[in-house]
C-alpha cells in the first residue's frame, strides 16, 4: 500500500478540478496557513447519568416505586437502593445499615426529627414507624449526612408522611392501599385523605396490618446446629413466632400564611409481634407523637427564611413471656430544630 502526503493530495486535486472546471473556478488558498480549532472535552460513563447525578448524596424513593418497593419493616422497604441493607431479625424487625453501618450511626428521622425507640439499642426490636402511610423516604450518605447530628455518621434515613400538609388544597384528594398474600399471610390496608379550602388543610390516614408465621422451606434450625445442641427439630415449614398485629393513624391539620405554613399534627402506632430468637416472648410496643411544623418565606434581606420542626414522643414497649409482663421500656423525650436561611448579600466597595 502506498501512501501520499497531505501536500501531494491538495495538489493533485487541484489539478483534477482545474481539468474539469477550468482554472478560474479555483479560490485562491494559503495552504501554508494553520487552522487551530479550540480542545474539545469527551466524556461518558457506562450508567448512562451525568457525572453530578453519579455522586448525589441523596437517594429518594418515593410514588409508584415506593409502592412497589414497599415491605413490613423500613430496613427491608430500602434494601433495593444501592449501598443499603437491612438488619434483618425476622419479618418484623429491621433496620436500614448504610454502607456497613448500622445503629445509633445511622439516625432514623420522620419529617425531619429523630425517632425515638429502642431499634437502636436492640436490633431485634422493630422500629415505630410503618412504611404504609409513608409518602417518601430520603436516604443521605457522606458529609451531608452531619447536618442531622454528630452521631450520624453513617448516614440518615428521613421518612416523609405528609401528615403536616405544606401547600393548601382546596377540595379532597386521598389514596388508599391493600395488600393480602405472600409468605406471611399478610392482610394489609392503609387510606390516606387531605381535605381543603385554600386556606386551612386537614390530613387524616389509618392503617392496619396483620401477618401469620412466616412459611419456610424446611426446617429453621439447619441440621448441623440440632447435631451440636442435641435439639430436636421442629415445625417444618414455619417460622415459629414470627407474626405480628400493627394498627395506627393521624390527624393533622396546616394554615397557610401567605409567605408560609404552620400546622400540628397527633399519631400514634400500635404493634404486637413476635420475636423469632424466642418462640414464647412477644413485644407489645405503643408510641404516640406530637408534631409541630412551620416555615416562613421571603422575611427580609437578612433571614429570608426560617424553619421549625418539634416533635414529643412517647413511646413503650412490654416484653410478653408466656402471657405474663417480663421487660417494661419507655422513653419519652422532645426534639426539635430551627433552621434560619441567611440571605445573601452583596457589598459594593468604592
Known sequence: ?????????????????????GSSLIPTLSWAEAIELPTISVTANPLGVASDDMVVPVSTLAGRELSLQRESTLGETLKSIPGVSSTYF?????????????????????????????SSLSFDHAVALDPLVIEQIDVVRGPAALLYGGSAVGGVVNA?????????????????????GGAENQKNGAIVMDAGNGVLTVHADAYKRKTDDLDIPGYAMSSR?????????????????????????ALGASIALENGYVGASYSTFNNKYGTVAEPDVLIDMESKRWDFASELRDLGSVISKV????????????????????????????????????????????
Open 1 to 21: 500500500m502506498s501512501t501520499h502526503s497531505p501536500r501531494w493530495i491538495r495538489r493533485h486535486a487541484l489539478t483534477a478540478i482545474s481539468l474539469a472546471f
Open 90 to 118: 425476622g419479618p418484623n424487625a429491621s433496620r436500614p445499615i448504610i454502607r456497613g453501618m448500622d445503629g445509633e450511626r445511622v439516625r432514623m428521622m420522620q419529617n425531619g426529627v429523630g425517632i425515638l425507640d429502642a
Open 160 to 180: 416523609i408522611d405528609h401528615r403536616i400538609p405544606k401547600e393548601a388544597i382546596d377540595g379532597v384528594t386521598g389514596r388508599s392501599e391493600v395488600r393480602f
Open 225 to 249: 446446629k440440632a447435631a451440636q445442641t442435641g435439639e430436636v427439630r421442629e415445625n417444618k415449614g414455619r417460622l415459629v413466632n414470627s407474626g405480628s398485629d400493627a394498627d395506627g393513624g
Open 307 to 350: 424553619k421549625v420542626r418539634m416533635a414529643h414522643t412517647d413511646y413503650q414497649h412490654q416484653e410478653l413471656e408466656d402471657g405474663e409482663v417480663g421487660t417494661t421500656f419507655k422513653n419519652r423525650g422532645l426534639e426539635g430544630s430551627i433552621e434560619p436561611h441567611m440571605a445573601i448579600l452583596a457589598l459594593c466597595l468604592g
